[in-house]
């Protein structure tokens, strides 16, 4: 297992930021890794997100000295989006199976965790969120079927898009991680506007579903000081709980989102009106 860590970083600071800072700050252009796992352990809200794509070997999830824990979840719980083929991920001797956009919620205490694809040549890519866990959910499969799908925007806005909410409260309980997928439909291309921050808890948004020619342009900072950031296929960016977090491509797009922090509320949002960014 591969686990890099990223420091703390302020909106004062934020300012002074040149586009190779920001992209290093913020911005993770691998988070998948083949046959091993990959993770980013940001200290915000203290959030490690990354993934695996297991092909020719069953792949376990082992400890990091950075946890100082005798076992990845002790004190923590883990979301899993399947993006890829089917795969298959064992939790302590029982196994699920997980389609294409299907989704797994891994509770605190879980000890033996393993990630495998079904086959080689159409593998599974799990993409993971886990936050730090003051009790134990149980772990639980959301199939695709079983989120709570939102259809939201218009055409005339650019922005028709379906928000699948998997780990939530009234959905699937979590101690505070909250994570689901969102695709935009042909023609759309913007999300998340008007823009909004939310105070209470940070966010990770990891982009797919786009050709080698198209790429998103993520917004974020301040209301009053805006930057965007240039995204590629399957790239993930930290937003900390004082930036927006708006994306427009070049086409259309899906993004995978999870947050954590002192709330679950999705619709806790500090709404900024268009005519107040800069």
Known sequence: MKLTIRDYSSKQDYRHYDTDRLRKEYLEEHP???????????????????????????????????????YFLERREMGVINIGGTGKVNVDGIQYVVDHWDALYIG?????????????????????????????????????????HKHLGSKEEC????????????????????????????????????AHTHDRRMEVYMYFDMDEDNVVFHNMGPADETRHILIHNEQAI????????????????????????????FDDMDAIANKDLR
Not at 167 to 181: A, F, R
């Open 32 to 70: 998948f890794g083949v046959d091993e796992l990959n993770f980013v352990y940001s200290y915000i809200d203290r959030i490690i997100f990354g993934g695996v794509i297991p092909v020719d070997k069953k792949v376990i999830l082992s400890t990091a000295k950075e946890l100082r824990a005798s």
């Open 108 to 148: 605190r205490g879980s000890k033996v965790i393993s990630f495998e694809s079904v086959n080689k040549d159409e593998p599974a890519k799990f993409y993971i969120n886990s936050c730090p866990a003051h009790r134990n959910y149980p772990t639980r499969i959301i199939k695709k079927a079983n989120a709570v």
């Open 159 to 194: 922005n028709e898009r379906t928000i699948n909410q998997y780990i939530l409260p009234g959905n699937c309980d979590s101690c505070q991680l909250v994570m689901g997928l969102t695709h935009l439909e042909p023609g759309s291309v913007w999300n998340t506007m008007p």
């Open 238 to 265: 930290i937003s900390p709980s004082w930036s927006i977090h708006a994306g427009v491509g070049t086409r259309n797009y899906t993004f995978i989102w999870g947050m954590c922090g002192e709330n679950q509320a």
